[in-house]
């Protein structure tokens, strides 16, 4: 039972028959609280009684019992000791031994919690509970005393830290006022180091999802497992810094792009931006995208997806991937495209290789059309066929000898081996094609 009417030792009221302080005075608790003895996570659970109707509930021990009732039951009942999530949609399933509040509305248990007695987002320790006496058995002199609250042993208390949220003068203003005065997000955190941000910085939102972060790291940064990163304003720089690498043992000073970390490649998306886009530095064109004062004529909203592997599947219809300007893929090994059927590419115009090397325009030279050149070849064999050959005695001429002949005749039916039978490109239509 969760909210109960107890009573105090000390707390009486006047007994009309006698005149004396010696009624206890019962009041009233709504909510009590408790510890967790055991959770049912799923209907393999001990006390899940192969009912779904017990996911996610607790079983318990109130720290405060009823006033008729001064020493707990033991055996624990299953029934009676239950105790549902408070909410519905929302439930932060507990460890045993977490605190929480128990109550009892319309006849049924319910828990809130777990309670933030030490305000860390891993286990928090019910620093109310005292180990309560039984009742002595016959021929006892006193009672056992009850064991202390016990542990699940498959849950592993690690010391992440609580999330915080410091002072960054470029996205929170540089007033000297507002230091150490910025408002608070909501956070959702898990128990080992996961979680999810909806907050602010200034009037600009943002949202961040984070996985798999480090137990000292009191901020989503770039070193997390995983990070998906939605904001209005403010660099990706300016957001998350650097940070350790642990696989490569070293600190990157600054978030970049990966296929531009490997080490001699030459082409990279950075120097194909800069050829692409006739540009010194490709640095401000990538990186610098959502300074501050871009957020005050509304171009700064930007999505970072930051993980070790990041898989995209459709399983029923297609996939979309459009940009209004540039689409930019870089990868520090291979690049490949697979398909069933066709693979086609359609542009004003297609470059295998980089039509600028070094800032200049480097002299390219287009792609053989397979039909024309038959048809040139073919023409050229014509007129070989049709010479005739003349003889420098009596001025006589005559067509091309056997041999000759024979030789144009095996060229021609060779021509047919230009062609690909996979491989196909579209036929010039004007000098420019629009």
Wanted: one cysteine or more; charged letters at 20%; a negative charge.
């Amino acid at each position: 039972m969760g909210s109960v009417f107890a009573t105090k030792p000390d707390v009486f009221i006047i007994d009309p028959l006698t005149g004396q302080d010696t009624i206890p005075t019962p009041f009233y608790i709504q909510f009590v609280p408790g510890s967790v003895t055991d959770v049912v996570t799923s209907l393999d659970s001990l006390y899940s009684d192969n009912n779904p109707k017990n996911l996610n509930s607790i079983i318990a021990e109130p720290h405060i019992l009823p006033s008729d009732k001064r020493f707990k039951d033991r055996i624990t009942d299953s029934e009676k000791d239950r105790y549902m999530p408070l909410f519905r949609g929302m439930t932060d399933v507990p460890v045993k031994g977490d605190p929480v509040l128990l109550c009892t509305i319309g006849k049924i248990n319910y828990y809130l919690g777990p309670l933030n007695t030490d305000n860390k987002p891993t286990l928090n320790n019910d620093n109310l509970y005292i180990p309560r006496q039984d009742i002595p058995l016959p021929g006892q002199e006193q009672a056992t005393v009850t064991e202390a609250m016990g542990q699940s042993l498959n849950f592993i208390n690690t010391q992440h830290t609580r999330l915080s949220k410091k002072y960054k003068p470029e996205l929170d203003g540089d007033d000297a006022f507002s230091y150490n005065e910025i408002h608070g997000d909501q956070i959702f955190e898990g128990r080992h180091g996961n979680s999810i941000r909806i907050g602010s910085r200034d009037i600009y939102p943002y949202l961040i999802l984070s996985n798999h972060r480090t137990e000292s790291n009191e901020e989503e940064s770039l070193a997390d497992g995983s990070l998906i990163s939605i904001t209005s304003n403010g660099t990706l720089q300016q957001h998350f810094g650097g940070y350790y690498d642990i696989v490569q043992e070293k600190i990157i000073p600054q978030f970049i792009l990966a296929s531009d970390t490997v080490e001699e490649n030459s082409r990279t998306i950075g120097s194909m931006i800069q050829s692409v886009n006739q540009i010194d530095d490709s640095y401000p064109y990538i990186y610098e995208f959502g300074k501050p004062e871009e957020s005050n004529v509304g171009g700064s909203n930007q999505i970072l997806l930051h993980s070790d592997r990041i898989i995209i599947n459709s399983k029923r219809d297609n996939i979309f991937l459009s940009s209004i300007n540039d689409i930019h893929l870089g990868a520090g090994r291979n690049l490949t495209i697979s398909t069933k059927e066709s693979l086609i590419i359609e542009s004003q115009n297609i470059y295998l290789g980089s039509p600028i090397k070094n800032k200049e325009p480097v002299e390219i030279e287009p792609l053989v059309l397979g039909n024309q050149l038959k048809i040139v070849l073919g023409s050229m064999l014509d007129i070989i066929e049709s010479l005739k050959v003349t003889a420098c005695i009596a001025g006589l001429s005559g067509p091309i000898d056997l041999v000759t002949l024979n030789s144009i005749k095996s060229l021609r039916s060779e021509l047919m081996n230009f062609e690909s039978n996979y491989h196909f490109i579209e036929p010039n239509e004007g000098a420019n094609k629009q």
